[in-house]
T-cell receptor, first 111, second 115 residues
């Protein structure tokens, strides 16, 4: 099953924070996060493996709660360049290489 | 420069005419994968490969074939394309297919229209 992302869309002013959630009904082995700008290919942000870790990438970080089968992406002090659609991709314990993506969260950052 | 390349970038074809979309990576990655992207449906995995001669189905494999005869290449074959295969296709590769520290790189995409 496709993981569910929330919210579907969010509009922020530059400098504000955002949280994007990804929830799965399956036990997860890993969660991937990607950003895609209009007309471009997805760009990898980070991968989190089961173990409840939190990872950071500049001002973008993520957490993974394997018990709840949820991951959250945190964008702090957002910049204009953060605009785009964010996708989570999940891999279950039974197939760590088989990725299922959420429907995406469109993030718009205004000046 | 590390990259994943796809060809062609744009293709318009007719129903039933066999076509191949090529994908190549220069990073010596073990894992390669094909996705299609459709409005409202997000990215869906078609096939993936863990290494040469090792391929497996993703979520939407019907109507597609793949082969992995060389580590760097992973072509997507549509033997009898139909209009519902009109989509944006991405090839991707990563070193291990999802371990700690892994990064998946996407190709630029192939926009396919089947009339």
């Amino acid at each position: 099953q496709q993981p569910v992302q929330s919210p579907q869309a969010v509009i922020l002013r530059e400098g504000e924070d955002a949280v994007i959630n990804c929830s799965s009904s399956k036990a997860l082995y890993s969660v991937h996060w990607y950003r895609q700008k209009h007309g471009e290919a997805p760009v990898f942000l980070m991968i989190l493996l089961k173990g409840g870790e939190q990872k950071g990438h500049e001002k973008i970080s993520a957490s993974f709660n394997e018990k709840k089968q949820q991951s959250s992406l945190y964008l702090t002090a957002s910049q204009l360049s953060y605009s785009g659609t964010y996708f989570c991709g999940t891999a279950s314990l039974q197939g760590a290489q088989k990725l299922v993506f959420g429907q995406g969260t469109r993030l718009t950052i205004n000046p | 420069e590390a990259q994943v390349t796809q060809n062609p970038r744009y293709l318009i074809t007719v129903t039933g005419k066999k076509l191949t979309v090529t994908c190549s990576q220069n990073m010596n990655h073990e894992y390669m994968s094909w996705y299609r992207q459709d409005p409202g449906l997000g990215l869906r995995q078609i096939y993936y490969s863990m290494n040469v001669e090792v391929t497996d189905k993703g979520d939407v494999p019907e109507g597609y074939k793949v082969s992995r005869k060389e580590k760097r290449n992973f072509p997507l074959i549509l033997e009898s394309p139909s209009p519902n295969q009109t989509s944006l296709y991405f090839c991707a590769s990563s070193l291990w297919g999802g371990r700690a520290g892994d990064t998946q790189y996407f190709g630029p995409g192939t926009r396919l229209t089947v009339l």
